[in-house]
Every structure is written in structure tokens, then in C-alpha cells.
């Protein structure tokens, strides 16, 4: 080797041990690249500070389990519209939260949630009676937007009148109606639901009676205990004069003390002393009077949430619904919501973590909570049994007519589409 090849030779020597080193250390430093995330697009139905809401409580969850989480809202007037556009667009979102999803369900347009492995264990802490079933399958979970049906009332006027508590049953509820009645008040109003098949449907149950049959073969409406519910339903416009259709100003009612009972929603709860400060001290809730049952169910609505059949992301979208339902996420979004609105967790843990503003109501609510129920499902669509079921409401209540012959003509008519859809 000649003496320019042997220098070469020990500068290339040299420059590889100081760049060996540089090189080394270069990937040991350089930060490390990162892991693509997983989108999960949530159209949600409501205002959009719930969405931000939800976005906030779920922003460290949703970093360390790399998903980027996109939440779109429509409103309440245009939910429908907006969830079947989702539904046969050729990109729908992965996940949506409206009110009814069973006519998704059974057109394979959402997933039926049980074929997840773990569906038992992620919602055994759910209010049950709040995840529609058809036929076994539940396309939907009842989610921390819920809301459900409550008796409002002016505790210094019952007081006054001898009721140390709400009253307990039918008998004794119209007892006290008729004894407001007598000292001029006009007693009771219903405002959610006003005059149709949403707040009829408590005094159903607790009359014992139900929609339809067990297995959603027929429908059931012309039983006696349909009858019954009925019966007291329809006396609260025919005999007590509650307000006939639209939406009754319960709280202005409430306010004067001409109206000291109010059947409606629970969102009420969270505005009344903001909105009504005259009445902070004077109101309280109380479960619905037990029926001939011995059950006080009440009417669970409210936002559910489902996962489209074509979302590209069915484990993460799953995942993400199951954080979503966990306790942890529900006091954080109870916590979060607080200022605006009283929505209760869905999840019955997460019960033992929140604090009421006003903590005597928690009992009655937790314990109406539990005894609460969605709409029933069976083949005929959810749209149209209320139809059917609003108009024969309002034919015994505002026309007059016979109720035995209306029910059993609207049982008649459900059962015939029924037969049809089969």
C-alpha cells in the first residue's frame, strides 16, 4: 500500500468513529414519530356547548387510547332528517346519539351492540330498563343526556293543605287535586308530553298494563288495565281540566301557585331556581303516585347513542362508547354540565360520585331512575304507533269518544299493521 493510500485509509478510519457516534446519538434524540390516530366522527343530536362539553371530558381518554374524536351536532327539529341522511350517505359517522334507533336496528343500519363480547359487563351498570331490546338485540344505550318524567310540586301549598309528603298513590294524588280544586287553585298540569302517548305511557305501567305483549307479537291496549290507565289519564283534562295540547307554562303555574303540581321533564329541575328565584325553597320533585300496580315506572327519554354498520372503526368506536358510559365520564360530564342543566348520569355508579344542588332530591330521583322505562319496540315503527296511539288519546279526551271502543279499535288497527309489517 503506497503512503497516499495508507492516509487515506486512516482518515476514512477516523471519520467513521466521529460520525459513528453523531449518528447514534441523532436516532437516540430525534423524537419518535407519531402513532397515527384512530377518527371516530359523533353526530350528535343538541346544542353544541354539549358537544364541547364532551369533548373536553373525554380529551385526555381520547389522547391516550389515539383517537381523534370529531363531534358534530344537529338540532333536536332536524335530528331525524340529519340521521338517515347519515344513515345512506356512503360516509356516515362512526357513532350518533338521537332518540330511537330500533327501525335502524332492524334494517342492519346500526349495530346491535350484544355481539360485543363484553356487552354485558360494560352496561351492567346501566339503568336497564333504558336499552330498548328487540327480539333480543340492543342497538342503542342510554347515554348521560338522558332525561326522564318527574312530578314538580309547591311544597308550602300541600303543605298548607295537610301533606307532609307528595302523595303516594292515584287515590290519594286525586284527593289532593280535588282539595287545591276546592280552595280555587286549578291543581295539575302535564307539559312534556302534553295529552299523547309519551306521558300516557306511565300510567300504563303502573296500571300493570303495557303496549304489547311480552314478545312484541300484538298489541295490548284493549286489557283492562289499559282501561284503567286510561281512565285516570283521560280525568286529568276531563275531570280536573288539565290544559288540552301544546305546552303548558307549568312553571308560571308553579310560580303563582294556581298550578302547584306539574308533570314534565327532568331538565326543569336545572332552571327553575335561575329562572323562577321566588320559588327557590318552595319546589321539590317527587316520584309519580304508585298505580293499581304498586309500580311508580315513569317515561325515560332522552338521547341514545348507536354505531353505524359502516363505520370503519367498529372496536375503537365501541371502545370509545364504553368510556363514554363509564362513570368516570358521566360525573365529569355531570360536573361540566352543572351550571347550564341538570343531566344525570346514566350509569347508576356514577350516582354514589355526584352532589345535587339541592340534595334532597336525589333520592327521589335515583329512585325514580331506576323505575323507569323507554317506549316499547316491536315490528310496527316507533313513528307510527305514536300516531295511532296520539289520535285515539285525543278522540276519548278532546271528541268524547267511548274509550272501551276506542282501544280496542286502536289495538284493532295497531295489531292489523303489525300483520302487515311482518
Known sequence: MTKRALWFAAALAVLTLLLAPIATEASATAPAAAAPKTTITWLKVDAEEKAEAWKAVTAKWCEANGIHLVIRTVPWNDAETKMLTAAVSANPPDIATSGNWIEYGRKGIVYDLTSFPDFEEATRDLVQQGIPRFRGAAY?????????????????????????????????????VEKMQAKGMKGVTVQ???????????????????FYSKDGAVATLDTPEALTAMKQYGDLWLKYGVDKGGWPEMEKGLTSGKIPIGISG?????????????????????????????????????????????????????????????PEAQVAYYKAMLKDSLLLPSNLKAWEEIELPDPSLKDALYRQL?????????????RAAQRYIDEAIQKIIVNG??????????????????????
Do not use: H
Request: hydrophobic share 40%.
Open 140 to 176: 342503542s344505550l342510554p347515554t348521560a343526556d338522558g332525561t326522564f318524567m318527574v312530578m314538580y310540586y309547591r311544597k308550602d301549598i300541600l303543605k298548607s293543605l295537610g301533606y307532609t309528603q307528595f302523595p303516594d298513590t292515584w287515590a290519594e294524588f286525586n284527593s289532593c
Open 192 to 210: 312534556w308530553g302534553n295529552m299523547g302517548w309519551m306521558s300516557f305511557a306511565p300510567f300504563l305501567w303502573q296500571a300493570g298494563g303495557d
Open 266 to 326: 327532568l331538565w326543569v329541575a336545572g332552571y327553575l331556581d335561575q329562572g323562577f328565584p321566588e320559588m327557590k325553597g318552595k319546589w321539590s320533585i317527587a316520584m309519580m303516585p304508585a298505580g293499581p300496580s304498586g309500580r311508580r315506572t315513569t317515561f325515560l327519554g332522552g338521547e341514545q347513542i348507536a354505531m353505524f354498520k359502516k363505520t370503519k372503526n367498529p372496536e375503537a368506536a365501541w371502545k370509545l362508547i364504553k368510556y363514554l358510559m363509564s
Open 370 to 382: 331506576k323505575d323507569s322505562r323507554g317506549p316499547d319496540v316491536t315490528v310496527l315503527s316507533f
Open 401 to 422: 269518544a267511548d274509550p272501551v271502543e276506542t282501544l280496542a279499535s286502536l289495538t284493532a288497527t295497531m295489531n292489523r299493521k303489525i300483520k302487515e309489517m311482518r
